[in-house]
């Protein structure tokens, strides 16, 4: 159950961080809303998998890279913003982080 909290956790995080873009510096009020909603949900979503056994950097690495590389991709779709070479970069040392921690802790 801990890793569908988690999951929860990613997809409302990310949903929120689109949102904020659409928010227009909470000047929108439908965004504005989602963007509360969905951080306040990702939020108790991630409380909860920890509650269940997740370890804190397990659960943050995750959190954190998935999301990272979700909002990176779905920003080049969405809003034409493709990264650099040097931001896949990036997105690759984050990959090899949450992999890293995540045997670590095994």
Request: charged share 5%; hydrophobic share 60%; glycine share 8%.
């Amino acid at each position: 159950m801990m890793w569908v909290w988690l999951g929860v956790a990613i997809v409302t995080e990310v949903t929120a961080t689109l949102s904020l873009r659409q928010s227009q510096g909470f000047t929108q009020l439908l965004p504005s809303i989602v963007v509360v909603c969905g951080y306040s949900t990702a939020f108790y979503a991630l409380a909860q998998a920890l509650k269940n056994g997740m370890t804190v950097a397990t659960a943050y690495a995750i959190w954190c890279g998935v999301g990272i590389a979700l909002i990176a991709a779905l920003s080049a779709v969405l809003f034409d913003e493709w990264p650099s070479a040097l931001q896949v970069a990036g997105l690759v040392l984050v990959t090899i982080g949450i992999v890293t921690v995540q045997l670590g802790s095994a």
